[in-house]
């Protein structure tokens, strides 16, 4: 795909020269993709998208490690407008996953608004324009609106492990996977046992010589009942879409459910343990390595593990599971508290992403010139998931406070989508140039998000996880159903919003 000229989309572009789009989006992950879906759906067409990669996608197209799979059903997780009847399996490969964006993205045809490699290096508020000035990779430009589509699992982590940087060997992150590289044949080892560490251990043990995994917290493990979806099922599912949406609407209902339940009600818990724990027995045959796997804090504290194939792979012989704090990495080895120099060609870092600390909040300032890393210092906010105090016009999506650990996030994401629809024709129809989250608003939602997250695992079920943030708010996560989610997101509600008029801005230029 090649980068266009930005082409100005509305009139004011003529004033003085200035390049003017009504609505710039940030990214086109899923989130991009869904905006641009419910933007032309409301008839709005003055938008364009800044996208730093060369091509769609998000995360599906930037995580490539082998095995990468998705744990949400494949019917669940794909847009509501984009139904996909040819999914190869029940849970989708991360490769499958990429198609199929870039395949809606050929269908909302966005390549003619798309500026690709352009990385947003700046935006910040001019008050007194009421807009946004927004520099990227090569382009400068001015905005009404910000919708912030980067999402929160670009940005990879990199473990602060004393010679992490003097080590001599390949050294991969599982969001970063070099495949010029092959590891077959060498001794890796994987920092990390999260949801991405899970995916890659099967596929690396079956052609590395030795996999050694460094494990800091053992997570519960539930199987993923994983299978081929068969051709007449698929011809089915093509005649009859009503079939997809039923499963679609089963899985929601379900899913949803079992998650309320295993947040709220701790007997509940103790049946998914004893499903684990029975899961465990049955697939790890050394007592020793079971009582290393068996997690010490409640299942739902930490994201669930849904794996099948997790459990039998540390089983093999060329694996080994190390539960040592590791210390040091020097130039061939990585060293652990006990004393141990395990040697190694290679290590993969599964060790997460910038949730709640991406570069971009370093890069956009709001109303006061603050940034948004600056306003939200260790605990982030984010008034219904959407916009943040000091930041007029920029709505964010799919990002702080909008996680679910248990729901496809492209449910999430099109439930957000329709609240900033919204304020978009409120602004339209009262004649606003900005909308601001009053303070007062999003202090009472913060309180209220905060009562509903105190009494849940997240919050009593004994572990440390990204889903609270270090002051114990759930800054990265929705503390509840995405029904509920959907629900708070269906209308826009303007009373909760400091707005200044058109009339107003003009008369002060
Ligand atoms: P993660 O969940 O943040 O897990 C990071 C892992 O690295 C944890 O096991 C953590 O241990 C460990 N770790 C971090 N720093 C370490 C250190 N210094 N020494 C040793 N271990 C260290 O990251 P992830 O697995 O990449 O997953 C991130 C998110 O991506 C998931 O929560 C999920 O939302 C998404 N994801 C989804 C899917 C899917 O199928 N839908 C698949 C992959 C990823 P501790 O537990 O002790 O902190």
């Known amino acids: 795909m090649s980068t266009t000229a930005v082409r100005p989309t509305d009139d004011r572009a003529d004033l003085g020269g200035e390049l003017h789009t009504r609505i710039a989006i940030i ?40 095995g990468i799979a998705c744990d949400v059903p494949s019917n669940l997780y794909s847009f509501s407008f984009a139904p996909n009847p040819d999914w190869a399996r029940t849970f989708s490969s991360g490769g499958q996953i990429w198609e199929y964006s870039q395949r809606v993205a050929r269908d909302l045809n966005i390549a003619e608004r798309t500026h690709y490699g352009e990385e947003v290096l700046d935006a910040h508020w001019d008050a007194a324009a009421a807009l946004w000035r927004i520099r990227s990779t090569t382009l400068e430009l001015t905005a009404d609106i910000v919708i912030d589509g980067s999402g929160v699992l670009t940005d990879p982590t990199y473990p602060a492990i004393k010679g992490l940087n003097d080590f001599k060997g390949a050294l991969f992150h599982s969001g970063a996977w070099d495949h010029d590289h092959d590891l077959t044949g060498e001794r890796v080892a994987v920092i990390g046992t999260g949801a991405s560490a899970i995916q890659i251990v099967p596929e690396l043990q079956k052609r590395v010589a030795k996999l050694t995994v460094f494990q800091r917290t053992p997570g519960w493990v539930i199987p993923r009942n994983d299978r081929d979806v068969t051709e007449v099922e698929r011809r089915l599912l093509r005649r009859v879409p009503q079939l997809q949406k039923l499963s679609r609407g089963w899985q929601f209902v379900y899913r949803d459910g079992v998650m309320l339940k295993v947040m709220h009600h701790r007997s509940f818990r103790k049946v998914m343990q004893a499903i684990s724990k029975a899961y465990m027995r049955r697939t790890i045959d050394d007592p020793a390595l079971r009582e290393k796997l068996t997690p010490t804090f409640e299942i739902g504290c930490k994201r669930i593990l849904i794996t099948s194939v997790w459990y039998p792979a540390l089983n093999q012989p060329n694996v080994h599971l190390e539960t040592s704090a590791i210390t040091e990495i020097r130039e061939h080895s990585v060293v652990t508290a006990d004393g141990t120099e395990h040697d190694v060609d290679a290590i993969v870092c599964a060790t997460g992403f910038h949730v709640t600390d991406p570069p971009i909040a370093g890069r956009i300032a709001g109303r006061d010139g603050r940034t948004l890393a600056e306003t939200w210092g260790d605990s982030p906010r984010a008034y219904r998931g959407v916009t943040t105090t000091n930041f007029p016009n920029l709505f964010r999506i799919g990002s702080i406070g909008t996680g679910t650990g248990h729901m496809s996030q492209i449910m999430q994401i099109e439930s957000a989508a329709v609240y900033v629809i919204d304020a978009l024709r409120t602004m339209e129809a009262r004649g606003l140039a900005s909308v601001e989250v009053a303070q007062d608003a999003q202090d009472a939602y913060a309180r209220t998000v905060h009562e509903m997250v105190k009494d849940t695992v997240w919050a009593t079920g004994g572990c440390a996880s990204w889903y609270l943030d270090p002051g114990g708010e759930p800054s990265a996560v929705w503390p509840s159903s995405a029904w509920h989610y959907r629900k708070w997101t269906s209308r826009f509600d303007v009373e909760a919003y400091w707005v200044t008029e058109r009339a107003a801005v003009a008369a002060a230029a």
């Open 27 to 66: 990214g086109a992950g899923f989130t991009g993709l869904a905006m641009v879906h419910a933007l032309r759906k409301a008839g709005i067409e003055d938008w364009l998208i800044l996208e730093r990669s060369s091509d769609v996608g998000g995360v599906w197209r930037s995580n490539t490690y082998p």
